[in-house]
């Protein structure tokens, strides 16, 4: 069945699996926060998420076949994908809200479209997808309240952009690198995720030492630790590729616009914190921007390429 073919009632379970993954990494960010440092919520979340990814390939059978070279490839774009990211991310909800930070990260497709357009050559930036970046931009400013010099919170708005920079080189170097490697999805997420914990292991131990309690069973701290490296480090993403198989990947990046609004909803309800009348806006304006900036001039029959193994597009945190 092609995945036009297949009824919203077969994916659409999955598709909002992953955005409440994703969107409520968010969440379990800001309670990881309460009892480890930013590099040991980014390794205990990777860590965690390995081995379900492991788990996952073994009842698939579909150990890992790869050359020096791919593993190479792999760790390259995982460093932009995982490493810096999981570190970033929790720096920025030191200083900003879960909501503005999710809100933000819908800005991740707009980077990927500038890395590939300077890190590939072949893949020429349309007048379209320049306005789309300009919008996306504009759309920025808006979210974070930039005119209100009291309220806005640079460092963590700058660590939250740089972060889903990284995605985009990430995003890019997956195209680049991994363009050609052949490999069901979670074998290929499993390694980038395991290469990602082992890279981060040292800046965690070096982080500092937990807070007391931190590793409690009737602390929250590491039950959000847990929560983020199960459902938004591994099923999330596995959810996400059961869609693109099922009803292809356009209908799959929807998610962009289900995270944000699963991440405010929690923000506000669990976390007690405030929507800004802006902060709508200027994700209204950063969607727009991210729809310009992934249009592409109609062409003939291409080859496949290999979506980013850490995180499509869309995502995600």
């Not at 570190?87 to 991740?108: G, K």
């Amino acid at each position: 069945m092609s995945p036009n073919a297949t009824p919203m009632r077969a994916w659409l379970p999955s598709l909002v699996i992953a955005a409440l993954g994703w969107g409520s990494s968010f969440l379990f960010i800001k309670i990881s926060l309460r009892g480890f440092t930013p590099a040991q919520v980014g390794f205990g979340r990777l860590t965690v998420g390995a081995v379900v990814l492991v788990a996952i390939v073994a009842a698939y059978r579909s150990w890992p076949r790869f050359g020096w070279r791919t593993v190479g490839g792999i760790a390259v774009t995982a460093i932009g994908m995982s490493v810096v990211p999981m570190v970033l991310i929790p720096m920025a909800e030191q200083r900003v809200t879960s909501i503005l930070a999710s809100l933000l990260n819908a800005t991740t497709p707009l980077w990927t479209a500038v890395f590939v357009a300077l890190l590939i050559p072949a893949e020429r930036t349309t007048k379209a997808q320049l306005m789309g970046l300009l919008v996306g931009a504009g759309g920025i400013a808006v979210l974070v309240g930039a005119w209100d010099v009291h309220e806005f919170s640079l460092g963590g708005t700058l660590l939250m952009l740089t972060a889903t920079a990284f995605y985009g080189v990430g995003g890019a170097m997956s195209r680049r690198l991994l363009g050609r490697v052949s490999a069901r999805p979670e074998t290929l997420a499993m390694t980038q995720v395991g290469l990602s914990a082992v890279m981060l292991a040292p800046v965690a131990l070096l982080s500092g030492s937990p807070e007391q309690g931190a590793f409690s069973p009737s602390g929250s701290a590491l039950w959000g630790l847990l929560c983020l490296g199960v459902f938004g480090t591994s099923f999330a993403y596995v959810m996400f590729w059961r869609v693109v198989k099922m009803a292809g990947a356009t209908t799959a990046a929807s998610v962009t616009y289900l995270v944000p609004v699963v991440a405010t909803t929690l923000g506000i309800l669990v976390l007690g914190e405030t929507l800004r009348w802006y902060q709508p806006l200027g994700v209204v304006i950063v969607l727009a921007g991210v729809w310009l900036a992934g249009r592409s001039p109609r062409k003939g029959p291409h080859p496949r390429i290999a979506e980013p193994v850490g995180a499509p597009e869309a995502d995600l945190a």
